[in-house]
Every structure is written in structure tokens, then in C-alpha cells.
């Protein structure tokens, strides 16, 4: 087999690599780890990623190649056959991008991984897809989930500005000594608003003009696409799940009926509930549920956001104050926690007296800068994050900060 042509299409993309900088998954891989499956909704750096490893590891020689599964080539060859003959060829590392698009991609990573000893780096876009074959798997592959920007992130990459993450409990302990430093140098509402609009994905950095755009395209591709693949719909499911999309865009967060939304759109519950879990899986919304109820599978969730904050903006202008700071708070949370295994997820839950319960100790209450802490007064671990002011005092936090934890 000849490689020819795609070690030139690796050498044109390697060369027109747009990001210098590194998304804070990159130094917490396991590189060295002989498969990796790097998951997370379209656009968020995963191929750039890939690349960069590639570049920094296997530059000079070509035991290494970036492939797409996407790419024609691949509707006439067979994923298995093309990495053993790549393997005779001298191989060592087959990057495997888009692996979705391969109908049924874990047979023959399984099979690749059992038959050869090369080193695999896979992505894949749809986590709707990938997680109906993921489980055959987990003997062989370690999975990685990659978010969207963080706002610290955001910073760097589209004003060069560097920042250390911190972990929740240095910010619960130490927010004030934080927030004082990052404002010696920042002042975070020049750019925050600016995140919260269209600041979530790295391809801001160059596609900023039609940024909406783009992410109603991603928002078409899960449910047009991603969603059918596992899911037994019709065109006009789709468009009423469309309708929901808006719902939770414009809506204070939802208090889901599962009655209500199922009639709506005009399936059962359970199917209600699948689609609903589809759809966080697709990376289009988050759940968050009490604390009785977190331990366990549930039929529906208690809360749902959009997944962040940019998703809102692209839908619709009239967003919700409110809507918009629980989502950006829920998005920063969750996604600094996902690549942590834990036996029992508490890292968020509703809770009873505040508006969140955090890794099962902090109880937090959102607002604006007026917030109080009435709600709250008599719990133990209890602060206020409050929006629109730049530094804290005792327990009360800004919001912004939270933007910081990855």
C-alpha cells in the first residue's frame, strides 16, 4: 500500500497548524498509554491536539500518521487491514481522527490493538455514537473527555494572556488572594461578557465573524445526524426536539415534566428520557440533580441548562440573566471534572437550601452583586458566587472565577 499521499496531507496540516497553544487536557494524557480515545463535541481542539502531539514526537520520521476517518479513502479500505500493512511498513503510531464515521469503529480498534503492537491516538466527535460502542472497549482504552474553553482558556488563547488553573478548594480558601493577583494584571469584565458570548470554542480565534454560525451547524450535526444514528426518530422528532433546544435556551433553568415535554414533542416518556440523555451526551445540555436522587439512575433529570453559555447565545438573544450565570457556573464545574473517577459523582447536585451542593461540602448560591445570603445563612461551607463584581470578601465570590478551575 502506498502512503505517499497521506503522509503529504499529515506534512499540509502539520504545517498550517493554527494553535500554538494547548488545551489543558494535553498535559494530563497519558501519552504513553498504548490507546487513547479523546471524546468531546465538535470543535473544541481535539485534531489540533492530536497534531501537536504528533509534531512535537514524530516530526523527522514517518512511524507516525494522522489519518481521518472521514476521508474517502476509507470507504474502500478496511481500518484493520490498512494499519496491519502500515505496521509492515515501519509504523509505530496511527493517529485516527473521526473515528465516528466508522460504522463500526471498536471491532476494528479492538481488533488493531490485539493483532499489532501499534500505538493508537484516536478522537471522535459524536460522543451520541462513540458511547453506543464504547463499552467494548475499556479493557484496551483509556478515554479522555476534552470541554469546551475554559474562561481561562479563552484568555489565552485569544489574547495570549497566562494563567495557572486552580483546583475549587484553593478557590474556596484562597479567592481573594487569587482574584487579587489576576486583577494586577486583568481586569476580567473587558472580557468576560465577550466568553459568555462566543468565547467557548477555539475556533473564535479565527472564525470569529461567523462563530454563531458554526455552532448552529454543530447543533445540526447532533441532532440531525448523531442523534438517528442511536435513536429511532423522525424528521419531525427532530424538530420538535429543536423546539425543546429553544425552550431551555430562553427558559429560567428547566424544571423538566417529563408528562408535559413528552406530549409536546409527542413521544413517551421513556423515550423523553432517552432523548434527554442523548442529548447531554451530545454535549447540548447538562442535568443536574438533588442529592437523593444523584446516587443513582434516575427517570428524568431535576434541573437542565444549556451546556454552556455560547450554545444560549447562538439560539436566542433573549436569554435569562440568571439562566446564563447557573449555566456558565454548572459548564465550568462539570468540565473541570470530568476526566476524574469517582464512585459516586457528587461534584454537582442541586441542593435543598443553596442552589448547588459541590464534591458533597460546599453549598453555593448564585446571583447578582446584591445577592444576600439569607437563604443560606446557617449552613456550614456555604458561599455566595456572586456576578458583576471583581474581587470577593469572607464568603462571598465572583463569578468569573469560576472560569479559572481548568
Not at 99 to 116: C, M, P, Q, R, V
Not at 377 to 400: R, T
Request: glycine share 4%; aromatic share 14%.
Amino acid at each position: 500500500m502506498d502512503f505517499t499521499q497521506l503522509f503529504n496531507i499529515q506534512e499540509r496540516l502539520l504545517s498550517n497548524l493554527k494553535y500554538k497553544e494547548k488545551r489543558y487536557l494535553y498535559d494530563s494524557i497519558d501519552w504513553d498509554s498504548r490507546a487513547l480515545l479523546i471524546v468531546g463535541q465538535r470543535g473544541v481542539g481535539k485534531t489540533s491536539m492530536m497534531l501537536q502531539y504528533l509534531k512535537e514526537n514524530f516530526l523527522k520520521t514517518q512511524k507516525a500518521l494522522y489519518i481521518s476517518v472521514d476521508n474517502p479513502f476509507f470507504k474502500n479500505v478496511s481500518l484493520y487491514e490498512f494499519a496491519l500493512d502500515f505496521e509492515k511498513y515501519g509504523g509505530e503510531a496511527l493517529f485516527i481522527d473521526e473515528i465516528h464515521k466508522l460504522s463500526d469503529w471498536a471491532t476494528h480498534i479492538k481488533s488493531i490493538y490485539d493483532s499489532t503492537n501499534l500505538k493508537m491516538l484516536i478522537s471522535g466527535s459524536s460522543m451520541i455514537q462513540i458511547s453506543a460502542q464504547e463499552s467494548d472497549l475499556s479493557r484496551r482504552v483509556r478515554v479522555y473527555r476534552l470541554a469546551n474553553l475554559s474562561f481561562r482558556e479563552y484568555l489565552l488563547f485569544t489574547h495570549g494572556i497566562k494563567f495557572d488553573s486552580v483546583t475549587l478548594e484553593e478557590l474556596f480558601e484562597n479567592h481573594i488572594e487569587i482574584t487579587s493577583n489576576i486583577l494586577s494584571e486583568i481586569k476580567p469584565f473587558t472580557y468576560f461578557d465577550d466568553y459568555l458570548r462566543a468565547g467557548c470554542y477555539p475556533f473564535v480565534i479565527d472564525r470569529k465573524n461567523d462563530y454563531s454560525h458554526l455552532l448552529i451547524n454543530i447543533i445540526n450535526q447532533i441532532l440531525e445526524v448523531d442523534l438517528p444514528y442511536v435513536a429511532n426518530i423522525n424528521f419531525n422528532q427532530i424538530d420538535k426536539i429543536k423546539k425543546l433546544i429553544y425552550l431551555i435556551s430562553t427558559s429560567v433553568p428547566l424544571l423538566p415534566n417529563i408528562s408535559k415535554l413528552s406530549q409536546a414533542v409527542g413521544v413517551s416518556r421513556p423515550t423523553m428520557s432517552e432523548y434527554l440523555h442523548y442529548l447531554e451526551l451530545g454535549s447540548l445540555i447538562n442535568s443536574v440533580n438533588y442529592q437523593a436522587r444523584g446516587y443513582g439512575v434516575v427517570s428524568k433529570p431535576d434541573k437542565i441548562f444549556m451546556y454552556n453559555t455560547n450554545l444560549m447565545k447562538a439560539i436566542a438573544n433573549n436569554t435569562n440573566k440568571g439562566t446564563q450565570r447557573e449555566t456558565f457556573f454548572v459548564n465550568q464545574i462539570k468540565s473541570a471534572y470530568y476526566n476524574e473517577s469517582r464512585l459516586i459523582d457528587d461534584t454537582i447536585l442541586l441542593s435543598k437550601n443553596g442552589d448547588f451542593k459541590l464534591l458533597n461540602n460546599y453549598i453555593v448560591e448564585i446571583g447578582g452583586k446584591n445577592k444576600s445570603f439569607e437563604q443560606i445563612k446557617d449552613m456550614p461551607n456555604s458561599f455566595v458566587v456572586a456576578d458583576d463584581i471583581e474581587i470577593g470578601f469572607k464568603n462571598k465570590i465572583p463569578l468569573w472565577l469560576f472560569g479559572f478551575l481548568y
